[in-house]
């Protein structure tokens, strides 16, 4: 192991991600200091981290060498990312995504983190990490150089791979390279030409990879810095063989020789130990760095039970001694409540003790085995019998910490089985959690527009801004004159009544805005401050001035799908002010009164009483109907290219004003929309700001019904004077749509090209633009009887998962339910550590599989149409489940009775599923003549039965399984009580053990 030291400031911008250098702080603001301190910068092969406990041990002893930076060899870990360890420090790898060879990384403590600009992760051999310095930028390359096992041809591709790296680096930097080289160089006492390469105390003489790696440093102008330093051979070995017989110098600190007189000193620390058999290289290293000027990043400001009550009265006598006047405009009296608030909660978390610094689940008696071996490895392992004690103690304590772990893994065990015990339902999955979750490493990949990789944060920032000035920007945002107030005719002003229901309204435990004060807090509010808060509303509601920190918004990006690299693959949340929250929720209330009887039965996104299943029911009905009576069905499902950021203002609020909401409302909306300002955030990182011209906040309580009447308009242009459509119980279905996912429908291929083409038309005029590549055709066509060359630029699919479901175009459930049963049996997986505890009881386990596992297969079950094969399908993977929660083997020749009595299972998988589509039955039956889905479910498709038996229908389940007619079904389902009964009576006998 080596370690340099490097003059670095304790603050900088932090950074993050592959070839990625993230954004500025939003707590950091740089100036002039310059700090010349001297850091430990050190590099370690040691011999892989996938033992539990191993990290920890590294880091521990980087605590103990006091090392700014740890560079590791031989990882073994998959991937490449970033995270966050147990310690609190950043360790940023690169491997193999399959294998666990190789593998570099380097560890930055949490204090020096923010003086991160960025890494990139080339290889399983090679990641580089940039440091914010002065007067130039610090490259830290990290490697770990083929063995002398590998091939020519693999060294060279190193050293290719290497150079190329090192030439994206720009000259003017300071470029640090740590590694094993597996490679000897000797000194430079036969030839004193290499001097400037090679010192006189170099260990060992120069072999044949020595001679390449010697000719790579002089090409590169690089000092190999460990041998220019006069010290006991002791402190320049880097790695000895087995048996201690032999000890050689094969890991290096290389720099650029003009700053070769920055280092001061490079030795080994023979007594850091971590298993391995390398030693830690530490190298000082002098050069001025930038030190930011950071503010520290806030934390958690949430008040315990027994603090509300004492905040809230301190907060009221502070607005009593120091009220607001009326005349003051809305942003005035805001900063004056929320200066309030801000000073009362900072006394109650400073009158708090500080948080204790998380302990690791190694214990203490592992502790005292590690500093034993390392007593031992400082005595030296010459002898026999300390080499024999040595190698046991190293087993020992390989031992010792998977014992740790598997006690901390019990231990949270425990804690599921006592918050199941107490109902403590929140505690219990976050437990779950925790032994369910992967470690998914950060990795924030950015492009600029010609795709090139960028480095600097700076330059990622202003890709960021860029990218979203550009998603947001519309040429035509100030088309639209601002209102002229003294001419409006103002709504009746806001009652305080409606605040307090707003308060009660906001969900809690959702991430704060730019004003840091959370949903929580605003509840913890006593009446003075209520009554504030109803004086800012009504302020904002005379006069359209929004206050400052209700119209910013932070933007963050989420990946969908694809290349993380490419920005376009992320949607953008917004958060915001939960205070604006209050308006926002009041002024939804008003708008919706307007526009809820303007949203048709075809939507069901955002509506009250309708949810996904009741668009899933509809396709299957559609598709189930249309392939019984061999009627011929087109089914589009257009898929809309950020739909939610192209809604353009302008169209918006004529659209608002056509469908009659007053302009009042119109105009609040307008003002909030256009003096909103945004910045995108990563990680703690945040862009600078931006300006916004179209698109509906995701994440605001307006969007949902601001798009949805947004996308009704583009229905209405779209059918106007249309004919068009399949009909299905007296009424013809020309389109269903949940959201912005809109299903057109058509009978035949020109029907649909010409609906298809009229939507197109439609769509782009309001902005919208159709992703031809990502929208489907599905066709119900049992006879072949439609000619669909001229949709031939639309790609046509047998299945489609429509809205989280697996539709077919025969009407067949079988896929979805083999989809399903797939999932689940996914998720079951990762939870094998809770099903091997014995300390969790097996009802707290049933109580997990029946919440964690069924919930995800049963998705959408109301809408099955199981027939007899899918049945036992279901009840034999219920069976897997419960043999996997007990963990019995199949060689165990365990009965599914003996199981299923032994757990007490009254009602199949199967029967529950069953049970489900008579219960959803029941929700439609008791809707109007005329709602869409009861119209679905009971009408008829025009066409002809082909010759032949039926395949079975989702209707079918309910006849037979009631013994009744489908009419009488659906007269009976009036009665609700009477119902429940017929259902309880006809699922009595679900319990079936023999499948």
């Avoid at 190694?362 to 007593?375: A, G, N, V």
């Amino acid at each position: 192991m080596f370690v340099v030291v490097v003059n670095v400031s304790e603050e900088v911008n932090r950074q993050a991600s592959e070839e990625r250098f993230a954004t500025g702080d939003m707590y950091t603001r740089l100036n002039n200091i310059s700090i010349r301190a001297e850091h430990r910068i050190g590099t370690w092969n040691v011999r892989g981290l996938l033992k539990p406990g191993k990290l920890s041990i590294v880091e521990k002893e980087m605590e103990n060498h006091k090392l700014s930076i740890l560079g590791i060899s031989e990882t073994h870990m998959r991937g490449k990312g970033h995270f966050k360890t147990a310690m609190g420090n950043t360790m940023y790898f690169s491997g193999t995504p399959d294998s666990s060879l190789h593998g570099v990384g380097i560890v930055v403590p949490s204090k020096l983190n923010c003086c991160v600009l960025g890494y990139n992760p080339v290889s399983e051999r090679i990641v580089t990490l940039k440091l914010n310095t002065r007067p130039c930028a610090l490259n830290i390359v990290q490697i770990y150089a083929p063995t002398s096992q590998c091939s020519d041809e693999e060294i060279d591709e190193f050293y290719g791979t290497l150079g190329d790296t090192l030439n994206k680096l720009p000259n003017r930097e300071v470029t640090l390279i740590l590694g094993d080289w597996n490679a000897k160089v000797g000194n430079s006492d036969s030839d004193s030409e290499l001097r400037h390469v090679v010192g006189g105390y170099g260990l060992g003489e120069r072999n044949e990879r020595g001679t390449r790696f010697l000719d790579f440093c002089i090409d590169r102008k690089l000092s190999i810095l460990n041998t220019f330093f006069q010290h006991h051979p002791r402190r320049l070995y880097t790695w000895k063989s087995p048996g201690d017989k032999y000890r050689n110098q094969i890991d290096y600190v290389l720099i650029n020789t003009r700053w070769k007189t920055s280092i001061t000193n490079v030795k080994t620390f023979p007594g850091a130990e971590c298993g391995s058999d390398h030693n830690l290289l530490v190298a000082k290293l002098n050069i001025r760095l930038k030190a930011p000027r950071k503010y520290p990043p806030p934390k958690p400001r949430q008040l315990g039970t027994t603090e509300k009550g004492t905040f809230q009265q301190v907060l009221e006598a502070k607005l009593k001694e120091d009220p607001c006047t009326s005349e003051q405009d809305a942003n005035s009296q805001w900063e004056h409540l929320k200066t309030h608030i801000n000073n009362t909660l900072s006394n109650f978390m400073n009158s708090r003790n500080p948080e204790s610094k998380k302990k690791i689940w190694i214990s203490d008696s592992t502790w005292e085995l590690i500093e034993r071996r390392k007593e031992i490895k400082i005595k030296g392992l010459q002898n026999p019998d300390v080499v024999a004690e040595y190698s046991k103690l190293c087993k020992s304590i390989d031992r010792h910490c998977r014992r740790d772990k598997n006690c901390f893994l019990q231990n949270v065990c425990t804690d599921i089985e006592q918050h199941s015990v107490k109902f403590q339902t929140a505690d219990l999955f976050k437990k779950v959690r925790l032994l369910s979750r992967q470690v998914k490493p950060k990795i924030w990949v950015v492009e600029d527009e010609d795709g090139k990789l960028l480095h600097d944060f700076n330059d990622i920032a202003d890709r960021w801004r860029r990218y979203c000035e550009e998603l947001y920007w519309d040429d035509q945002r100030n088309s639209v004159s601002s209102p002229d107030w003294n001419s409006l005719t103002l709504e009746p002003n806001i009652l305080r009544s409606e605040i307090t229901s707003a308060l009660h309204h906001i969900k809690p435990n959702k991430a704060p805005g730019p004003d840091d004060i959370t949903a929580e807090i605003l509840k913890s509010l006593g009446d003075t401050a209520i009554n504030s808060l109803h004086t800012i509303c009504n302020k904002i509601w005379t006069t359209g001035v929004w206050p400052r920190d209700w119209t910013e918004t932070v933007i963050l990006p989420l990946h969908k799908k694809g290349s993380t690299r490419n920005c376009s693959n992320y949607r953008t949340l917004s958060l915001m002010s939960h205070a604006s929250k209050i308006l926002l929720h009041i002024l939804n209330n008003r708008i919706r009164y307007y526009l809820n009887w303007q949203i048709p039965q075809e939507q069901a996104g955002f509506v009250k009483g309708k949810g996904t299943r009741e668009q899933i029911l509809n396709v299957r009905q559609l598709v189930e109907k249309a392939y019984e009576y061999n009627t011929p069905v087109i089914m589009c499902f257009v898929d809309f290219s950020k739909a939610f950021d192209c809604v353009k203002w302008n169209k918006l609020w004529t659209v608002l004003q056509e469908l009659g909401v007053p302009y009042h409302l119109i105009a609040l909306l307008q003002m909030l929309y256009v003096h909103t300002q945004a910045k995108v955030k990563i990680d703690r990182t945040i862009s600078n700001p931006l300006n916004l011209g179209k698109g509906v906040r995701q994440g605001c309580i307006l969007s949902p019904i601001l798009f949805n009447v947004y996308g009704e308009y583009i229905m209405r242009l779209t059918c106007n004077d249309w004919n068009g459509g399949v009909r299905i119980g007296g009424i013809k279905v020309t389109n269903l749509r949940y959201a912005d996912d809109t299903t057109l429908i058509a009978s035949s291929e020109e029907e649909m090209h010409r609906l298809l083409r009229r939507m197109e038309v439609a769509s782009a005029g309001l902005g919208l633009s159709i992703n031809k590549s990502k929208t489907k055709l599905m066709v119900v066509d049992r006879t072949n009887q439609l000619d669909l060359r001229g949709l031939l630029d639309l790609q046509i699919v047998e299945n489609f998962i429509y809205l989280g479901s697996n539709i077919c175009n025969n009407g067949s459930c079988e896929g979805e339910i083999r989809r399903r049963i797939g999932m689940a049996k996914s998720a079951m997986s990762q939870l094998q550590r809770i099903w091997r505890d014995r300390k969790i009881s097996i009802k707290t386990k049933i109580k997990l599989v029946r919440t964690l596992i069924f919930s995800i297969f049963l998705y959408g079950a109301e809408t099955w149409t199981i027939k007899s094969a899918d049945r036992n399908r279901i009840d034999a993977f219920e069976m897997w489940c419960w043999r996997k929660m007990l963990q019995i083997p199949w060689t165990a020749h365990r009965t599914n009775v003996s199981i299923l009595k032994q757990l007490h299972i009254q009602t199949r998988l199967s029967t529950t599923c069953l049970k489900r589509v008579l219960e959803y039955f029941d929700h439609i039956a008791r809707k109007d003549n005329d709602n869409l889905e009861r119209l679905m479910i009971t009408g008829k498709i025009e066409g002809k039965r082909p010759r032949g038996r039926s395949p079975i229908r989702w209707s079918d389940q309910i006849r037979t399984s009631l013994g009744i007619t489908f009419k009488d079904a659906l007269k009976g389902a009036e009665n609700r009580k009477r119902w429940r009964d017929i259902i309880r009576k006809a699922l009595s006998g679900g319990h079936d053990p023999q499948h």
